[in-house]
């Protein structure tokens, strides 16, 4: 036997293929894992031998729904590290404001909808920056904006300004703008705003990805993928910078229609060693915060009343269908983003409609988020090959849950929230995604909630029955993920012959039980360590 180039004895090998740990040691020869067990054999003179002291070793983590380009940007903008209500937050804007006197315009994103009445931020509070310059901060899940009056007068929003199709001006009383904007009416102040560079995701990829490789993530699929974007993971592929192995979601957008369709055809040929963009992003509805997330039923109104609203379709559902047809056929894989009841029944009308159309494929048609998902369709989820990309972090009882969500719809459609358990155990593929920056790239935390289905392990559990063993919630981050990807040939579990990514942690959270305190003691990437402690 050839001597390894690194061994790992003497730990808790977490397989993936095999569930919990059930090995002692892996050997890593080259860019490849040569030997799993009891690796012994392996070592020799010149190896790099690694004595894990029992600590845990498992596949590296395939994030199966990130921005990490643009959450890497947003670092190096206005930060709301540190922060946790409305007066914290304005001070944070306000001392990035201070630091930064010659930028044009002040932008960010991750402020949180719980540190406000209503969860929208008032212009007024954004006077304090003491000068004319706009602001435009989107909150932490990308669907809101706050603004201040400097940036509605820009935008030429007033009182009389209608709202767009795809979304909503928040307004006081007398109907003037009140400083929040959701979904579609963001872009009537954003297009007045600099436009991001290339350059400038090129720096924020390269800082996101320092962020994935730190929490154990060696591959992910980049959640919408815009011109710019995908020219920067070119240029950062070309470069030989990229660690991670990519596949890229091209961003549908959806006032364009199937037109675009060409287009994204000659982008999917623009790819490079690490990145390739084979997947397109289809966003069908909102969140059920500012109630835009698409349902079948009314949204109440806080007091137990029904109204009128929905929710929003973005892509309506007879276009949707003729759209996932065409990109079925063109061997594109669909990445639905689907929140509410209805819109996640869209998604698997389209995909059925796609399998009638098309037949058979393995493109891997997946939706993310879930939160509320009708029991009718659960068993479909099988029937379709689709797959479920779950974000666990959202499955808790916290403030948007109480404040924004539990008030305004019916006890059924809350207690339909996030059925991970339901849909793997009916038979359908899982994999794991954690939309960073909307929470936490930590990938124990997204596993810790999973199991727990608490806030960090506070509070009541959500959701009587969803939790998923840590053998599930681990293995729906590597292999789960990786069938996603088109990787599992190649990566998600240690198996000889495949791809050396591999995490090592500080501890073995399957004896100590506290999955949300492990800590990434090293991340290795094709046989070569890119993190380390």
């Not at 590296?60 to 209500?85: K, N, Q, Y």
């Not at 000659?266 to 835009?292: I, S, W």
């Not at 056929?329 to 819109?343: I, K, M, V, W």
């Amino acid at each position: 036997m050839q001597a390894a180039d690194l061994a790992f004895v003497n730990g808790n090998v977490f397989r993936s293929d095999l569930g919990r740990p059930s090995a002692e040691g892996v050997a890593v020869t080259g860019t490849r894992i040569s030997a799993v067990g009891n690796v012994g054999e392996a070592i020799g003179p010149k190896t790099e031998v690694f004595d894990l002291n029992g600590a845990l070793l498992t596949p590296g983590f395939i994030d199966a729904h990130v921005h990490t380009a643009t959450s890497g940007l947003d670092l190096l903008r206005v930060s709301f590290d540190g922060c946790f209500d409305a007066a914290s937050a304005v001070a944070a804007v306000v001392a990035y404001a201070r630091e930064n006197p010659m930028v044009p315009w002040i932008v960010g994103s991750g402020w949180s909808q719980a540190w406000f009445e209503r969860g929208c931020p008032d212009a007024g509070l954004l006077d304090a920056i003491g000068d004319d310059r706009p602001v435009f901060i989107r909150n932490r899940d990308g669907h809101s904006a706050w603004v201040n009056r400097p940036a509605l007068e820009r935008a030429g929003i007033a009182a009389d300004a209608p709202d767009p199709a795809d979304g909503r001006i928040e307004r006081r009383a007398d109907g003037s703008p009140q400083g929040t904007l959701h979904e579609g009416a963001m872009s009537l102040v954003e297009r007045h705003a600099p436009a991001d560079t290339v350059e400038d995701f090129v720096n924020g990829l390269l800082r996101g990805q320092d962020v994935m490789l730190q929490f154990g993530i060696t591959g992910w699929q980049e959640a919408s993928v815009r011109p710019e974007v995908q020219e920067a993971y070119l240029r950062v592929a070309g470069s030989g910078d990229l660690v991670g192995d990519v596949v890229g979601a091209l961003w549908w957008e959806r006032e364009r229609g199937i037109d675009q369709i060409d287009e994204l055809a000659y982008r999917r040929q623009q790819a490079a060693p690490g990145f390739r963009p084979t997947a397109v992003k289809l966003m069908l509805d909102g969140v059920a915060e500012n109630y835009t997330a698409a349902i079948l039923d009314p949204y109440l109104d806080g007091r137990g009343g029904v109204t009128d609203n929905r929710g929003v379709d973005f892509i309506d559902r007879e276009e949707l269908s003729e759209i996932v047809v065409a990109l079925d056929q063109l061997g594109f894989q669909c990445h639905f983003h689907a929140l509410g009841d209805r819109a996640v029944r869209n998604g698997l009308d389209a995909i059925e409609a796609a399998l009638k159309a098309n037949g058979p494929s393995d493109h891997r048609h997946h939706l993310a988020h879930l939160q509320f998902v009708h029991p009718d369709d659960i068993p479909r989820f099988s029937r379709l090959k689709a797959i479920a990309n779950a974000q666990p972090l959202w499955a808790c009882m916290d403030e948007y849950q109480i404040e924004l969500t539990r008030p305004f719809v019916s006890p059924d459609r809350f207690s339909w929230q996030y059925p991970l358990r339901s849909i793997l155990h009916s038979g359908a593929r899982l994999g794991m995604g954690s939309d960073w920056n909307v929470t936490t790239a930590n990938v124990m935390e997204e596993v810790d909630n999973a199991m727990t289905r608490t806030c960090l392990g506070e509070g009541p559990p959500l959701g009587r029955g969803q939790a998923l063993t840590a053998d599930e919630a681990l293995t729906a981050f590597t292999a789960g993920s990786a069938y996603i990807n088109h990787v599992d040939h190649e990566a998600g579990s240690i198996t000889q012959g495949k791809r050396a990514d591999l995490v090592v942690f500080d501890r073995n959270p399957f004896r100590e039980g506290e999955f949300r305190d492990a800590v990434v003691a090293m991340t290795v990437v094709g046989g070569s360590i890119e993190y380390i402690t």
